[in-house]
């Protein structure tokens, strides 16, 4: 892979690199289209992290449709997909022993409930990063902590590619485009679309001048038991700069939740933009 993307840096072309874990969805080729534009040789991986993932997390069950993932970024004209196994990607009996960790990023919201992952994400996207060398990445603003991570260990690690973010890309009735949407049952995906409808409340709330924010975010909790999830891990109000709790001078807000329905786990967030 860095031997062909070398080649295609030493003829002047601009690589992008979208990662992902495949199981291609209108969220991760909505990714591939706004980054095609901008490059010359667009390379997107498919690869299912174990380092990501929990002892009791969906590892085995992640859904692989590899065939398909091929078909449709054959259908995109993407230059490359990286589909290494976790051999490739991990030789050896162990897990890397080089860890990279973002402590004031990664033990709140998501990283409280599922030591280690961000862990696993940093590595699994540092090591995508040296292995195809892009000169721009791009990364979903579902997963917002996710990348806040990446630009993170970016920044600070000074590695050389500029981070790019994609929208999240939603079904009509709001439900946010998931591969672990294939999960839910028929009577899970109805209610589903509940935690979107609870942090666009809770960002009217904020728009709307309250601040009382442990007693909003109560609110939302509440609000998806009513709707029929099962457990909710979160609803918190961040500031979008760096997740931190909000100081009330802050220029942008962000209301993220995290949710079950049965065992699938469900994110989701909405920004609110407030003149200060
Ligand atoms: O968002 C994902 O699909 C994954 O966390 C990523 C960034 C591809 C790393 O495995």
Redesign the pocket.
């Known amino acids: 892979m860095r031997e062909r993307s070398r080649a295609w840096r030493a003829r002047g072309e601009r690589i992008g690199l979208v990662?992902?874990?495949g199981n291609l969805h209108g969220g991760h080729l909505e990714l591939v289209d706004r980054l095609a534009g901008e490059v010359d040789r667009l390379v997107v991986s498919i690869?299912v992290?174990p380092l990501?993932f929990g002892p009791d997390e969906d590892y085995d069950s992640y859904p692989r449709t590899l065939e398909a993932d091929l078909a449709a970024l054959e259908e995109r004209g993407v230059a490359a997909a990286f589909a290494p196994t976790a051999r490739e990607m991990y030789p050896g009996a162990e897990p890397p022993r080089t860890g990279i960790d973002v402590p004031a990023l990664t033990g709140t919201l998501c990283g409280a409930s599922r030591p280690g992952h961000f862990a696993g994400?940093a590595v699994?996207?540092v090591k995508l990063l040296n292995i195809i060398e892009p000169d721009v990445a791009i990364?979903g603003r579902k997963?917002y902590q996710?990348l806040q991570v990446v630009r993170r260990v970016v920044h600070d690690l000074d590695l050389p590619v500029a981070i790019r973010d994609g929208p999240v890309v939603r079904e009509a009735d709001g439900l946010a485009l998931s591969s672990r949407n294939s999960y839910l049952a028929p009577e899970q995906r109805r209610r589903a679309p509940a935690l979107y409808a609870a942090l666009c409340e809770l960002a009217a709330a904020l728009r709307d001048g309250r601040r009382d924010l442990a007693a909003l975010e109560a609110q939302g909790r509440e609000r998806l038991l009513a709707a029929g999830f099962d457990a909710v891990d979160y609803v918190a109000v961040r500031r979008c700069e760096d997740l931190a709790e909000p100081r009330g001078d802050e220029a942008c807000l962000v209301c993220l939740g995290a949710a079950y329905l049965g065992s699938a786990r469900l994110i989701d967030n909405v920004e609110v933009a407030l003149h200060v």
Do not use: R
């Open positions: 990662p992902t874990m690869f992290n990501q994400v699994v996207v990364f997963d996710q």
